[in-house]
């Protein structure tokens, strides 16, 4: 059962052009939601956060958006540049319970962002 | 700070050998974590540990796999009788103890293994 969907596997965008990129949850104790970039043979790099009592965070060409009662998120990149071609994964996290919570992230599958010169 | 190391970076065994793989996490992060990802999936939670304490376990991790981080620094991963099923990408994170930003998980490039 997967609680973290990213239901498109790939998407193709003009350079210059606004990127979307989508991701559904099933978990309603998730309660922060991150975005990873990964290029081939490395590892996740983070790329913007968003906690759930807010609905928006921005950051440079990133904006993350989150509506908790659909469960859905969204990553916007403005304008999409070739360099950032990548797999791009949603992830999330529990509420913390205690100090000690593992607060371990429950990734989507990915979606391969194309970016077209 | 020179970000998540791991070592090796690649390593290919036969099947039923050992393995031992290594994470170097940032500095001043307390928390740990290994993930394992395996072609077309995201990566899968195996364990964390809280400075020197390993405090919650995957399903995943069979009995064959076996975490430590001795003194809250570094930590290794060690599979015994490899099966070709293990054959993964195997990724370290570490979070800041910032309750803030805990959330927040830096990994390192990982260690891809192969089971031949």
């Known amino acids: 059962d997967q609680q973290v969907k990213q239901n498109s596997p790939s998407l193709s965008v003009q350079e210059g052009r606004i990127s979307i990129l989508n991701c559904d949850y099933t978990n309603s104790m998730f309660d922060y939601f991150l975005w990873y970039k990964k290029y081939p043979a490395e590892g996740p790099t983070f790329l913007i956060s968003?906690?759930?009592?807010?609905d928006k965070n921005e950051d440079g060409r990133f904006t993350v958006f989150l509506n908790k009662s659909a469960k859905h998120l969204s990553l916007h990149i403005v304008p999409s540049q070739p360099g950032d071609s990548a797999v791009y994964f949603c992830?999330?996290?529990?509420?913390?319970?205690?100090?000690?919570?593992?607060?371990?992230?429950?990734f989507g599958s990915g979606t391969q962002l194309t970016v077209l010169p | 700070d020179t970000g998540v190391s791991q070592d090796p970076r690649h390593k290919i065994t036969k099947r039923g050998q050992n393995v031992t793989f290594r994470c170097d996490p940032i500095s001043e992060h307390n928390r740990l974590y290994w993930y394992r990802q395996t072609l077309g999936q995201g990566p899968e939670f195996l364990t964390y540990?809280?400075?020197?304490?390993?405090?919650?376990k995957s399903r995943l991790l069979s009995d064959r796999f076996s975490a430590e981080r001795p003194k809250g620094s570094f930590s290794t991963l060690e599979i015994q009788r490899t099966e070709q099923g293990d054959s993964a990408m195997y990724l370290c994170?570490?979070?800041?103890?910032?309750?803030?930003?805990?959330?927040?998980?830096?990994f390192g490039p990982g260690t891809r293994l192969t089971v031949t």
């Open positions: 540990f809280q400075n020197e304490a390993q405090l919650e």
């Open positions: 994170a570490s979070s800041s103890k910032s309750r803030r930003l805990s959330y927040e998980q830096y």
């Open positions: 992830a999330a996290s529990p509420g913390t319970i205690s100090s000690g919570s593992a607060r371990q992230l429950t």
């Open positions: 968003i906690s759930s009592i807010k």
